[in-house]
T-cell receptor, first 116, second 115 residues
Framework: AQKVTQAQTEISVVEKEDVTLDCVYETRDTTYYLFWYKQPPSGELVFLIRRNSFDEQNEISGRYSWNFQKSTSSFNFTITASQVVDSAVYFCALTLSYNQGGKLIFGQGTELSVKP | DSGVTQTPKHLITATGQRVTLRCSPRSGDLSVYWYQQSLDQGLQFLIQYYNGEERAKGNILERFSAQQFPDLHSELNLSSLELGDSALYFC??????????????FGQGTRLTVV
């Protein structure tokens, strides 16, 4: 069975601190895709990144970076120099190959609170 | 703005009633997904349609049904509503060629409250 675990339920930091959100996934498939979504207080889900299982390169986008390690089945997300606007719930998600439809299996989410 | 439109944004109804949630996907997207977000269950996949046909089913109750129309908009029908159906219902769409996984973009959600 497939599963995504975000062990950190809530994280609170002070502005400008760096913060890492952990994501551990389980699947027996060799082809899969990992995602991060952000859910700000307004409620919508905002796509952040997609990564397939064959691409272990880390990615950086501005203050955001992602570390994908197949050896530990982890896809962690780091925000550098956090800002109040980063306060949101962040979800890690897994989907399998296309013939399984592409449905997302979400973790329980990590609520990040960035205080000024 | 993701380009995915959901209506209505809020819905309050009584137990036993039936409601219809509507979703217009992003232009060009063929796949539509429905998800339910509740405090106890988190974000759960309900059902997916691809170009008018049901593609995958998740933990969708028999009281719930969905369809995707020729113009690609989708509707989620919830009937015999119970208090426990109160949740935020999301629609998402993706290009979904059927041969590769692309990211799904989510609508703003419909918050359903059953009283």
């Amino acid at each position: 069975a497939q599963k995504v675990t975000q062990a950190q339920t809530e994280i609170s930091v002070v502005e400008k601190e760096d913060v890492t959100l952990d994501c551990v996934y389980e699947t027996r498939d060799t082809t899969y895709y990992l995602f991060w979504y952000k859910q700000p207080p307004s409620g919508e889900l905002v796509f952040l990144i997609r990564r397939n299982s064959f691409d272990e390169q880390n990615e950086i986008s501005g203050r955001y970076s992602w570390n994908f390690q197949k050896s530990t089945s982890s896809f962690n997300f780091t925000i550098t120099a956090s800002q109040v606007v980063d306060s949101a719930v962040y979800f890690c998600a897994l989907t399998l190959s296309y013939n399984q439809g592409g449905k997302l299996i979400f973790g329980q989410g990590t609520e990040l609170s960035v205080k000024p | 703005d993701s380009g995915v439109t959901q209506t209505p944004k809020h819905l309050i109804t009584a137990t036993g009633q039936r409601v219809t949630l509507r979703c217009s996907p992003r232009s060009g997207d063929l796949s539509v997904y429905w998800y339910q977000q509740s405090l106890d269950q988190g974000l759960q996949f309900l059902i997916q349609y691809y170009n008018g046909e049901e593609r995958a089913k998740g933990n969708i109750l028999e009281r719930f049904s969905a369809q995707q129309f020729p113009d690609l908009h989708s509707e989620l029908n919830l009937s015999s509503l119970e208090l426990g159906d109160s949740a935020l219902y999301f629609c998402a769409s993706s290009v979904g060629t059927g041969h590769e996984i692309t990211e799904a973009f989510f609508g703003q959600g419909t918050r359903l409250t059953v009283v």
